[in-house]
Nanobody, 125 residues
Framework: VQLQASGGGLVQAGDSLRLSCTAS????????VGWFRQAPGKEREFVAT????????YYADSVKGRFTISGDNAKNTVFLQMNSLKVEDTAVYFC???????????????????WGQGTQVTVSS
């Protein structure tokens, strides 16, 4: 399945954005879909994941309470709603899928084998 990430843009601190990760086929119930981000000069970091099985969600501490990840089967899309954006949220955001993620590894980029191309999010002060 190919992933298409979209929805990024330039916003001010405190604004909201909704990112979309759309699959060319469909998301199997065995998939875990993750959002990661990478700022210039920094390593790729975990943001949030969504497990279709049980529709469970997990968040990085840095975004908990501000970001919400959700899935829409009919649209083959996983969304990342980002509220109260901060300057430090500026990064390229990637979505990825994994069929082998377990609770202790779902925050690790190496767990995910299929990645989308990324969408830029820039938050100005």
């Amino acid at each position: 399945v190919q992933l298409q990430a979209s929805g990024g843009g330039l916003v001010q601190a405190g604004d909201s954005l909704r990112l979309s990760c759309t699959a060319s086929g469909y998301f199997s119930s065995s998939y875990t879909v993750g959002w990661f981000r990478q700022a210039p000069g920094k390593e790729r970091e975990f943001v949030a994941t969504f497990r279709w099985s049980g529709r469970r969600t997990y968040y990085a501490d840095s975004v908990k309470g501000r970001f919400t990840i959700s899935g829409d089967n009919a649209k083959n899309t996983v969304f990342l709603q980002m509220n109260s954006l901060k300057v430090e949220d500026t990064a390229v955001y990637f979505c990825a899928t994994s069929t082998r993620a377990i609770s202790s590894t779902l925050h690790e980029p190496w767990t995910y084998s299929n990645w989308g191309q990324g969408t830029q999010v820039t938050v100005s002060s």
